[in-house]
């Protein structure tokens, strides 16, 4: 039983560190089931680990239960204040000392809205689904350390190029 709380503190650490590195600085999770992945075990876990210290959910069928019902909320809360993924439209320049750079113009079709916004911003992958984003004057860069591509990615998958 205590390795379980080990464990369960340790999902919770990292877990909500993700969250909150993703909220409030630069670091970007690219993919909404990332983010909910995230999110959820980040809740559910300290929701576990307040009714462990509280003498509460000692079994599986309430720990089961209460996985399901922050499932739920996490669900709607998702749906209620998801603004949508940033999706990369052009590449327009490529760093030339490390391919995981590049400048990219990027859209975002917000729900409940109609059309999209757009940023350009230079993106350093760190993983699949995670990224360090930086906004970008594109007339401010240093042209030597970038190459210019505009290689055309159309991650909405918009019908025909502006």
Not at 49 to 78: E, M, Y
Not at 121 to 149: C, G, H, S, Y
Request: proline share 1%; aromatic share 16%; hydrophobic share 45%.
């Amino acid at each position: 039983m205590k390795k379980l709380h080990l464990s369960l503190y340790l999902i919770f650490v990292v877990t909500a560190a993700m969250v909150l590195l993703n909220r409030y600085t630069d670091l970007y999770l690219s993919d909404y089931r990332v983010h909910f992945f995230f999110l959820f075990f980040a809740a559910s876990s300290f929701v576990v680990i307040v009714g462990h210290v509280f003498k509460k959910l000692q079994t599986n069928k309430s720990i089961f239960i209460t996985f399901l019902l922050v499932g739920i909320a996490c669900f709607l809360k998702a749906f209620f204040t998801w603004g949508g993924d940033w999706k990369t439209q052009t590449k327009m320049y490529q760093n030339i000392e490390n391919e995981s750079k590049s400048v990219d113009i990027q859209l975002r079709a917000d729900k409940f809205n109609f059309g999209y916004k757009e940023r350009v911003i230079e993106i350093n992958k760190i993983a699949p689904f995670i990224q360090w984003t930086t906004d970008v004057d594109t007339t401010k860069m240093d042209l030597t350390k970038w190459k210019r591509i505009d290689l055309y990615v159309n991650d909405m998958k918009l019908s025909a190029k502006n």
